[in-house]
């Protein structure tokens, strides 16, 4: 079984819809994060949480919301989807007992907003 | 801010060949950590080798290794003996020291040709 989940792992919406994408992980880590991929602009961070009840803004959270509901679980929000909000989406974990914090990706969710 | 860059959004090389993926990046910080992931068309991302900026020896994993020079700031990846498989694209990512965050560069896309 795969460590790192993410579902769904494709959907489209249409624009003005609220979306929930969830992940959930067996690893054991303290830390996730919410990545987008966008074409020519590699991943970028959009929220990350260091446990429960530590979650903080990445480089790009406007228009998105996140849940920590377990340790195990982080879902990432559009509360209104826009069209450029079409991209890939990853979620991550790693462990801060870790000293590299090597983080490991869920296989993530291609989300399409039309 | 750190950043950091791929030059080379696609490169091409011949099956059983090497191949060098170039990668630049930039920071005040003194000791950090530095990755190369991988992603096939299945868009899973997979570790394929870290480094660590406080030492000098280059990481080596099976035909992957890499080429730090701290003081140029420049974190390349050889591939040798290039097999099909290899095919995919390619991100070097920075590791922020305090909070773990991963920056991205834009990635590069591998060709293998047989």
């Known amino acids: 079984d795969a460590d790192v989940t993410q579902t769904p792992r494709n959907r489209i919406t249409k624009t003005g819809k609220r979306i929930m994408l969830e992940c959930s992980q067996t690893?054991?880590?303290?830390?996730m994060y919410w990545y987008r991929q966008d074409p020519g602009l590699g991943l970028r961070l959009i929220y990350y949480s260091f446990d429960v009840k530590d979650i903080n803004k990445g480089e790009i959270s406007d228009g998105y919301s996140v849940s920590r509901q377990a340790q195990a679980k982080f879902s990432l929000s559009l509360e209104s989807a826009i069209p450029n909000q079409t991209a890939l989406y990853f979620c991550?974990?790693?462990?801060?007992?870790?000293?590299?914090?090597?983080?490991?990706f869920g296989p993530g969710t291609r989300l399409t907003v039309t | 801010a750190q950043t950091v860059t791929q030059s080379q959004p696609e490169m091409s090389v011949q099956e059983a060949e090497t191949v060098t993926l170039s990668c630049t990046y930039d920071?005040?910080?003194?000791?950090?950590?530095l990755f190369w992931y991988k992603q096939p068309p299945s868009r899973q991302m997979i570790l394929v080798i870290r480094?660590?900026?406080?030492?000098?020896q280059n990481a080596t994993e099976n035909r992957f290794s890499v080429n730090f020079q701290k003081a140029a700031k420049s974190f390349s990846l050889k591939i040798s003996d290039s097999q099909l498989g290899d095919a995919a694209m390619y991100f070097c990512?920075?590791?922020?020291?305090?909070?773990?965050?991963?920056?991205f560069g834009q990635g590069t896309t591998l060709q293998v040709k047989p």
């Open positions: 690893k054991g880590h303290d830390r």
């Open positions: 991550a974990t790693s462990d801060s007992r870790q000293l590299s914090y090597e983080q490991y």
């Open positions: 920071t005040s910080e003194s000791d950090y950590y």
């Open positions: 990512a920075y590791r922020l020291t305090l909070t773990g965050k991963l920056i």
């Open positions: 480094q660590e900026a406080y030492k000098q």
